[in-house]
């Protein structure tokens, strides 16, 4: 019944996904947020890595727009943002962590990992399915399965990639 699905990232990426990846840009991240006005926050970069413009994020509006219009998984009243990553972007998928590898990132845990669920250090990749991160007591493999959260932390290292794609 149009309008009465659950409203989850689950339930919106798979509708707008592929137009997007059409239009040349990646999905970072869909999430619902604000309890009393719901927003639908949809997060995409450009697949080329160029950065992100006005233009581009109005784009996408009116296609995710479009999409959810036609596809109605969402009930009630919503209002829908489109935004860039920025510079300390969640990471969202596991490529992600080999992306990003040599940049310092903070990774919250949904369980403890030897008593701590929160990690700050220099990413360096993925190893089979976890994550390894240099921290302030050497190098721990965190769960990638077991990640709640995870972004990039702004440092000097990040400012100055910033005017190189990162791939």
């Given at each position: 019944m149009p309008g009465t699905?659950?409203?989850?990232?689950?339930?919106?990426?798979?509708?707008?996904?592929?137009?997007?990846?059409?239009?040349?840009?990646?999905?970072?991240?869909?999430?619902?947020?604000?309890a009393r006005r719901a927003t639908l926050q949809i997060m995409a970069e450009r697949i080329?890595?160029?950065s992100?413009?006005?233009h581009d994020c109005t784009e996408i509006s009116r296609t995710v727009s479009a999409l959810l219009d036609v596809a109605d998984p969402i009930a009630g009243a919503y209002m829908l943002e489109v935004s860039s990553p920025g510079l300390d972007r969640p990471l969202t998928r596991p490529e992600d962590y080999d992306r990003f590898a040599g940049f310092e990132a903070k990774i919250e845990l949904g369980q403890p990992l030897d008593g701590r669920k929160r990690f700050r250090g220099r990413l360096l990749g993925r190893d089979d399915d976890h994550v390894r991160v240099i921290a302030e007591n050497g190098e721990v493999r965190l769960p990638l399965a077991g990640?709640?959260?995870a972004k990039l932390v702004i440092t000097n290292d990040l400012l100055a990639a910033r005017s190189t794609p990162l791939h």
């Open positions: 699905a659950p409203k989850t990232a689950d339930d919106i990426a798979p509708i707008i996904e592929p137009s997007l990846e059409a239009m040349g840009y990646r999905l970072v991240r869909v999430a619902f947020l604000g080329d890595d160029a992100m413009t006005v990640t709640a959260k």
